[in-house]
């Protein structure tokens, strides 16, 4: 899981953009943000137009590196749990509980 | 130039919304209807219009030239607006300025949608990039995760509880109760607000909005055309601010925190000035948010006081028509709903929702969520104009 550093001002981000929002360059670095503690967590249990409950955990999650990421936990963790997130096949972020 | 005395809106309307619509409905179908309806209210013929502003999701892949063709409209002002739940007021915004410039005499703005399911479903999983990429892989079934955890910001940062939001959606049926036009009009108790299915926690299946099939429409004109003398609503202010955080903080507090006395300095007006507020409501934290920073909360102690001393108690009329909640949500109208009810109500033309001896109104817009929470934020203040 990374996320995206302005090369001239340092300004990290996610998603990346494509200018920085901060000084207006256009070239980042990606910044290794494998780490995380948990802000919020809703457990959501229907989703428009589905029928029945399929429960899921999602959260939001302030990563080392600074920005905050979306993920979905494996199970209901509280708030400040210290977590790992990794980047699935389809692009999902999951976090973890070390 | 925020003197918009020029201007005038002389008509604004709502096709039935429903939730279940009949075969053969389209959206273009309910567009057509909502400009017809628009039209008649204010006495035009359609070749009086010259500008054309549409906002829709499901329109595509016609666009707003494409809509002026099939409806017979030669304009010269034309444009398509993408910003769902602030369309309204950034129409609004930009045909005014058009009809100011000369650009535009009668301009008609339409906004409305029809869901099939699999529409309804598409929208959400691919309304940009970024959810497309980050969201839809989560399965988040759309925006109600990210504002369950907002919501539960907004609970921690001012200590409120699943009680106070009940009261909000509570008040907003009891206007529902009395508009014709409201999708769900039977009472709200806290009993069933509190046993009602968990959508996201803690949010519940009535702190999200219905989606339904409508269309609304506005009509504005320079203030010197004749269809401006019967019923004239007039712009005092308008004001707007997208990605004024850039996605970095909370989501508690809107571009409208921003733009808020700069509002009330164009309008020489103040919140409490305000006759009745229209605020967009996709969830019950948002209408709080938008207030708030709007200045409407500012003589109260605390935004649970504010809630049910002023807006449960109808001392602050809050989206009389009982708001998105209650009304429902017809797609991109949603941007438009409230403009219409409080032109509507400047108007005296509510019925039995009617607000005594309105005068002033606010109406705000907010959506477009970008990864965490919406990017753009607007409002306008109206007045109700004198008859010639």
Redesign the interface.
């Given at each position: 899981m990374n996320v995206f550093a302005c090369v001239a001002c340092g300004h990290a981000?996610f998603?990346r953009r494509l200018l920085c929002?901060s000084c207006g360059r256009d070239e980042f670095v990606e910044v290794d943000a494998s780490k995380g503690s948990v802000?919020?967590?809703?457990?959501?249990?229907?989703?428009?137009?589905?029928a029945g409950e399929d429960i899921?955990y999602?959260?939001?999650v302030l990563t080392q590196a600074g920005p905050?990421?979306?993920?979905?936990l494996e199970r209901l963790l509280a708030p400040g749990t210290v977590v790992s997130l990794r980047v699935?096949s389809?692009?999902?972020?999951v976090a973890l509980s070390d | 130039m925020n003197d918009f005395a020029a201007v005038s809106i002389v008509a604004a309307v709502e096709v039935p919304y429903t939730r279940h619509a009949p075969p053969g409905t389209s959206t273009a179908g309910l567009l057509a209807q909502a400009l017809k309806a628009a039209l008649l209210q204010a006495e035009l013929s359609a070749n009086e219009v010259d500008g054309l502003g549409v906002a829709s999701f499901t329109l595509p892949p016609d666009h707003a030239i494409d809509f002026a063709w099939r409806a017979g409209l030669r304009v010269s002002w034309c444009m398509d607006d993408g910003h769902g739940g602030a369309s309204g007021i950034n129409l609004l915004q930009h045909a005014a300025r058009a009809i100011q410039a000369g650009d535009a005499n009668v301009i008609v703005l339409v906004s409305g949608d029809h869901f099939e399911a699999a529409d309804f479903t598409s929208l959400v999983e691919n309304y940009n990039v970024t959810t497309r990429a980050h969201l839809r892989p989560l399965n988040t079934g759309g925006p109600n995760p990210l504002f369950a955890m907002l919501t539960q910001r907004q609970m921690r940062a001012s200590q409120l509880t699943r009680e106070d939001y009940a009261a909000l959606c509570i008040a907003q049926r009891e206007w529902a109760s009395v508009n014709p036009l409201a999708v769900y009009r039977e009472p709200l108790t806290l009993d069933a607000y509190l046993a009602a299915p968990l959508v996201a926690e803690p949010l519940c299946r009535f702190d999200c909005v219905p989606v339904v099939s409508g269309a609304n429409a506005i009509v504005l004109s320079s203030s010197t055309h004749r269809c401006a003398a019967r019923s004239p609503v007039r712009i005092r202010a308008l004001r707007a601010s997208y990605n004024v955080d850039h996605q970095h903080g909370d989501g508690l507090v809107t571009g409208l925190a921003g733009v808020r006395d700069a509002l009330w300095r164009d309008a020489n007006l103040q919140p409490a000035d305000m006759n009745l507020v229209s605020v967009y409501d996709d969830y019950p934290s948002m209408i709080l948010a938008q207030l708030n920073d709007l200045g409407f909360a500012d003589e109260q102690p605390n935004l649970h006081t504010f809630i049910h001393e002023r807006i449960a108690s109808r001392r602050l009329p809050v989206n009389t028509s009982g708001g998105q909640l209650s009304a429902g949500q017809a797609g991109a109208a949603a941007g438009m709903h409230g403009l219409v009810e409080a032109i509507t109500q400047l108007r005296h033309e509510a019925g039995a929702r009617q607000v005594d001896d309105a005068r002033f109104a606010a109406v705000s817009g907010y959506g477009m969520v970008q990864y965490r929470y919406g990017m753009c934020a607007n409002a306008v203040v109206l007045e109700r104009g004198a008859a010639q």
């Open positions: 981000d998603p929002p802000e919020d967590v809703t457990t959501l249990h229907h989703r428009a137009g589905k899921a999602i959260a939001t905050r990421v979306i993920a979905r699935e389809d692009g999902a972020i | -």
